[in-house]
């Protein structure tokens, strides 16, 4: 259990500091500090039986029908990365404290940071690929947060947006090749994937598709070339971010991932060569492009990109020893970078600058923040006696034993060549920063800081010092269980010293030190030889990748979608058409053996009124009230065709939905002009034909061999349990609000949302540019002397108890004869919706004062609060009961809890359907100029008739 604690404490705790802050930035950080302490404390507990080689597992089912199971496990390479993730993380939010400005908002950045920091602890700690794929995109999206924190600075959107791109892009190919490793293996759990013959992986067809796709994941990540270019403009971030992600976070995911999977993925000559290369090359590079940067956080990002390189090399060599160096570095690089960034941000803090060419001589102006800078740096460097030494030497052993392409000697020497630029933009970070003489036009006067913030890099950089001195007692058990988790065998003999004695790793070391003091020393004439080369710039290149796609992405968008809803049509139908005859043609057919019904005289006539129906349609389209009609017709046919098949519910809901189409169609037209104007040419109504004819073809051949075959439904389950388990009679109502009552209570909200969608596109027509055009407009009609007749008022103002009647008892019969909430609501809504009608929206609206959205409102929570009920019972949420009762007079009677849902569909129903018809009436009373009358018809006698001239 505790294992999930560590991962979810960030998430849960994220909330505190956006609270906290309102008690003073102190107690901000506090509350995020005290959250990543209790995480790093409850981690420590587990490292005596993680160093002792247990395994510790713990989950739960999640989705299994998917695989996907929230499963956690900690090793050797858990712990380190868990820990290096909370331990600097507990330093960065102390540091962030006493760097972030009094206007930056400290609680949006300690909670993005926290998110983050969940996100990173999730994935080394997941035992679920795809629970793992789930956190990887946090990372992306929470890392966009910390590098658009700050927003105002263009080059931090800039930086965010690119990283987003880069890594999300790169995070859907390693979903990609994570699913088809899980295939290869028949399970998505990690330790699963560990455990599985890795000679099987290998001789699938599907490993090298599977290692490309995860590949491409873990180099976008972790800045491989040839997508390196998106690290350094992540420097926009504020410092402590920088340093979080550059140290034991964000660029260290994909190294993580490749050491995780190195038991099943490593081995085969493709992996050497993709991935050792991968890493040399990224390491030369981004180690040539730090020695000419002038901004001290762009030197220490392209010096990132060349140690993630470098690990990234060893992890490709797919040895044992290899693995142990690279979970070395992996340490002693978070220890020198975060300290090396950290120690950057407080030059910019206290100076003003972060720029190479206006600093210099501040080793005496700033001597602690120097020492540290020193110390580092030359870690960095790979001076003995500090750890990044120890590392660095035992890399250039493995190379010197490593041949690439059959030559022992190209790897040695590309190597010992990165190596010495590594030196070099290492030697330049101190001496041109913190040496030669002091200048007079800082842009502030150079200080040492406050003890909270050179405190942090002071620890890591005393854990350089230690290990350095100490390794093996500091991190040697550390690195062996580490280094056992990645290899999956045991660690190798692995032990740490300072000395390695005279070798061709010291030689190679040597040469590296010297060339880059050399260089440095002729720095000028070598950055002469940098300005005289070409200089691709990877952002200009990426910019225009971007705006590429996006103009592509245009031409393509409005290409397919211009606005034609004939087109989409005619695209979506054509398609279809395509599969479904694809596949009918591509296969053997057989006749059904269900034998066919007579049809009686009744149902022939019934098909011929549909038939003309349907043509008049077609024929009179262009006449919209010709066309309604039509439309009305065909309903109403196929409400008989559902009486004629013993289908009352059905019948009934279609004529309630009928009518109520109709009106809506009727006031919509209002506002339409009353015929179509010619649109289509005729080319393209001979395509329309042609479709809908093989639409009709192959739906009517799909109908016909469904029905004339024998099929099993659940209809029987249904008839059989209906009484029994739903207490109804009427199994559709049953179906509706018990067995399927989740579905009906997602529809009611659907329809809430389109009533109140409606609702807010009308609302907004009467009011701005848009109410003062519908004031000016003028419909072309001829209007009515009699707007209002009087027959019309009074037989609607008769029939409206009726309806109500009607209404409730067609409700309250629902649950054991035809009826029911949705059908009753849709009666309610045509008895109301006559009314404005009748005797018009201002009338009407004044006597009948109802609040349609709390209908809405109401109708959705009664139905959840059945459902809830059933909950707090200990039932799945919307389980029915029922029972009967006996009462004098009344009889015997039954009371279910379906009833109370059934009044929230009712009240959904009428809200929502009201909202809209009653709105839509409204606006076209607006439109018409037509004041409110104060009589409810025209024609009146008298006085009265002259009161009520010029109404509504």
């Known amino acids: 259990m505790s294992l999930a604690l560590i991962v979810m404490l960030p ?26 302490i209790l995480a790093l404390g409850l981690l420590l507990t587990h490292v005596p039986a993680v160093m002792r080689g247990e395994v510790i597992q713990i989950g739960w089912e999640w989705i299994p029908a998917l695989g996907l199971n929230v499963n956690f496990f900690l090793d050797g390479l858990g712990l380190l990365f868990a820990g290096l993730i909370l331990g600097i993380g507990l330093l960065i939010m102390i540091y962030a404290r006493f760097y972030l400005a009094k206007e930056d908002p400290m609680g949006n950045f300690y909670t993005y940071l926290l998110l983050f920091q969940g996100a990173m602890v999730g994935i080394v ?35 965010a947006r690119m990283a987003l791109i880069v890594t999300g892009s790169g995070g859907l190919a390693l979903i990609a090749g994570m699913l088809l490793l899980g295939n290869i293996v028949g399970s998505y759990d990690l330790t699963d994937i560990l455990q599985h013959d890795p000679y099987e992986i290998h001789n699938s067809p599907l490993y090298v598709p599977a290692l490309l796709l995860i590949l491409i994941g873990c180099f976008t990540k972790s800045a491989q070339f040839p997508f390196h270019f998106w690290l350094p403009h992540a420097m926009a971030a504020p410092t402590p971010v920088s340093a979080y992600l550059h140290s034991a976070t964000m660029v260290k995911a994909g190294v993580f991932l490749l050491a995780r999977l190195w038991p099943v993925l490593s081995g085969p000559d493709i992996w050497f060569y993709l ?31 060349s140690h993630l390189g470098m690990m990234t090399m060893l992890l490709g060599f797919a040895t044992p020893m290899a693995a142990a160096v690279a979970v070395f570095h992996i340490i002693n690089h978070a220890t020198f970078k975060a300290a090396l960034f950290l120690n950057a941000g407080i030059i910019d803090h206290e100076t003003g600058t972060r720029d190479t060419k206006r600093l210099g001589g501040l080793l005496l102006l700033m001597p602690i923040t120097a020492t540290l800078a020193v110390i580092a740096g030359a870690s960095m460097a790979g001076i003995p006696p500090l750890n990044g030494f120890l590392s660095k030497e035992m890399m250039l052993e493995e190379v010197s034993h490593t041949a690439w392409l059959g030559q022992g000697w190209l790897l040695p020497l590309a190597v010992t060549a990165g190596a010495l630029l590594s030196v070099a933009y290492s030697f330049r970070y101190v001496v041109h920063v913190f040496f030669g003489p002091q200048r007079d036009d800082y842009p502030r006067k150079p200080h040492d800081p406050p003890a909270g913030l050179w405190l942090p890099p002071a620890f890591l950089v005393g854990l350089v010092v230690l290990i350095g001195l100490f390794p093996d007692v500091i991190a040697g058990d550390l690195v062996r269980a580490t280094t056992g988790a990645v290899t999956q065998g045991g ?51 990426f910019d225009r990748v971007v705006a590429a796609a996006v103009a592509g992405s245009k031409r393509l968008v409005l290409g397919l979608h211009n606005g034609s809803l004939q087109r989409y049509l005619a695209l979506l139908i054509s398609a279809a058409l395509v599969l479904g005859f694809t596949g009918f043609f591509g296969a053997t057919h057989d006749s059904g053996e269900r034998a066919l019904l007579s049809a ?23 006449d919209r009230l010709l066309a309604v009609i039509g439309v009305g017709v065909v309903g109403l046919i196929v409400a008989a065709m559902f009486v004629y098949f013993s289908a009352p519910d059905l019948a009934m809901t279609q004529i309630s939905v009928e009518v109520v189409t109709t009106i809506l169609i ?22 329309d034909a042609l479709l809908a004819g093989l639409t009709g073809l192959g739906t009517g051949g799909l109908a016909w061999a469904v029905m004339t075959r024998d099929f099993t439904s659940l209809s029987s389950f249904y008839l059989e349990n209906a009484h029994d388990l739903g207490g109804g009679d009427n199994v559709v109502n049953v179906i509706l609000v018990d067995f399927r009552g989740f579905d009906t209570f997602g529809e009611i909200i659907v329809l809430g949302i389109a009533g109140l969608t409606i609702f807010a596109l009308l609302h907004a027509m009467t009011r701005g540019e848009l109410y003062r055009r519908l004031g000016a407009w003028q419909l072309d009609m001829t209007k009515s002397a009699d707007r209002h007749p009087m027959l019309m008022v009074v037989i609607t103002r008769v029939m409206l108890p009726l309806v109500l009647l009607v209404g409730v008892y067609i409700f309250l019969r629902g649950h054991n004869m035809p009826g029911g909430g949705f059908i009753a609501g849709l009666v309610v809504a045509i008895g109301l919706i006559m009314q404005y009608m009748a005797s018009g929206y201002g009338w009407a609206a004044q006597r009948m004062t109802i609040n349609y959205h709390a209908f809405i409102g109401g109708g959705v929570l009664i ?18 009961a029922f029972d009967y009762f006996y009462l004098p007079v009344i009889g015997k009677f039954e009371v279910a809890s379906a009833l109370g849902f059934d009044i929230g569909v009712f009240l959904t129903v009428v809200g929502g359907v009201m909202l809209a018809l009653a709105h839509l009436s409204d606006l076209g009373r607006w439109v018409s100029h037509a004041p409110v009358n104060e009589q409810p018809m025209d024609a009146l006698p008298g006085s009265e008739r002259r009161a009520g001239e010029g109404g509504e």
């Open 11 to 36: 998430f849960l705790g994220a909330v505190l500091p956006a609270l906290m802050i309102r008690s003073g930035r102190a107690a901000c950080a506090l509350s995020a500090a005290w959250v990543t």
């Open 125 to 159: 700690l997941s035992d679920n690929i795809l629970l793992l794929l789930i956190f990887w995109e946090l990372t992306s999206l929470t890392s966009f947060l910390l590098i658009g924190y700050w927003r105002h600075l263009p080059e931090g959107r800039q930086g």
């Open 275 to 305: 991935v050792a290369t991968t890493g040399l090359i990224t390491m030369v590079v981004g180690a040539y492009i730090a020695l000419f940067k002038d901004d001290l956080k762009g030197l220490l990002a392209f010096s990132t990109v």
């Open 491 to 541: 660690a190798p003999d692995v032990h740490l010293y300072l000395w390695h004695g005279f070798t061709p790793a010291l030689l190679m070391s040597v040469i590296a030190v010297a060339g880059g003091a050399i260089a440095l020393w002729r720095y000028d004439r070598v950055r002469a030889w940098w300005y005289a080369g070409p200089h691709p710039e990877a952002k200009a290149l």
């Open 600 to 622: 009686s005289p009744v149902a022939v006539i019934i098909w011929l009124v549909l038939l003309a129906a349907c043509a008049m349609v077609i024929r009179y389209q262009r």
């Open 666 to 687: 009727l006031l919509a037209l209002y506002f339409l002009p009353k015929e179509t104007p010619v649109e289509s040419s005729p080319l393209r109504r001979r395509r």
């Open 863 to 880: 139905a959840a609060v059945t459902g809830i009920g059933a909950m707090i019972l200990g039932y799945p949420f919307l389980t029915g």
